[in-house]
């Protein structure tokens, strides 16, 4: 392998097109759910565990900051969502075109921030 | 002698599809948990205890669970095989990876089936 090739791989000059965005987005918020699975793990523990601890979860949740970091959760598990599922037509050849890869990833985007503030809007 | 290299053991396919199935697991019981939780009449404690003691909600989160543990291994060993260069370090990542999974797997059933 020749190694003269150019490269052209520095992260703070190159512009990414949105599908490489969302692509980004998605193993990064992938990666950060499976960091979280011991709390998910732990909050839904104690919803199940008695009516103490019930309420012990009730409190846990209600906590500001606790509250921003699920939203920031739920953001990440919907956005991983709607790009998977956009992943799965892409692997069915829908949407291959620039043009529709490039529409798909901005509805990915909207989707998944838009389903985050309504459900914020929701639970808070 | 052959120098081997631990790279190329052929499973691409098969973890692709596996991806795929377990994604689409998921996908189906997200929204049948958010149908299952809207049908609740009220969201307290005892509804909500009685809504996991039925045997379909717990298998359905078994298959859930699993499917989960599966895909995040296979996601996770993917991140590292694309920034972990040295092999040594990559593999006992990957067997940390492994047995935290297994523990995650333990703890659900814990919690499903209680103590």
């Known amino acids: 392998m020749p190694k003269s090739r150019p490269k052209h791989l520095n992260l703070l000059t190159i512009r990414f097109p949105v599908m490489a965005v969302v692509s980004g987005m998605h193993r990064i918020s992938g990666a950060v759910l499976f960091l979280f699975l011991p709390l998910f793990l732990w909050l839904w523990q104690e919803t199940l565990g008695s009516r103490e601890s019930f309420e012990t979860f009730r409190s846990v949740v209600s906590n500001p900051l606790m509250k921003i970091i699920l939203l920031g959760l739920l953001w990440g598990y919907l956005h991983h969502l709607c790009a998977g599922i956009r992943h799965l037509a892409l692997d069915l050849h829908l949407g291959i075109e620039l043009a529709a890869a490039r529409a798909s990833s901005v509805a990915v985007l909207v989707a998944s921030i838009g389903l985050t503030v309504i459900a914020g809007v929701a639970l808070w | 002698m052959v120098k081997r290299e631990v790279v190329g053991a052929h499973y691409g396919l098969r973890d692709w599809l ?25 969201l307290d ?9 039925l045997p379909v909600m717990r298998y359905a989160t078994v298959l859930f669970a699993l499917s989960l543990l599966l895909h995040a291994w296979i996601g996770v060993r993917n991140i590292f095989m694309d920034y972990i260069k040295p092999t040594g370090l990559r593999l006992t990542l990957h067997a940390v990876v492994i047995l935290t999974l297994v523990w995650y797997a333990a ?5 499903l089936w209680g103590i």
């Open chain 2, 107 to 111: 703890w659900a059933a814990q919690i």
């Open chain 2, 45 to 53: 404690y005892a509804h909500w205890k009685a809504l996991w003691a």
């Open chain 2, 18 to 42: 596996a991806q795929r199935v377990t994604a689409v697991v998921m996908t189906v019981y997200t929204l049948l948990f958010l149908v299952a939780l809207a049908s609740l009449p009220q």
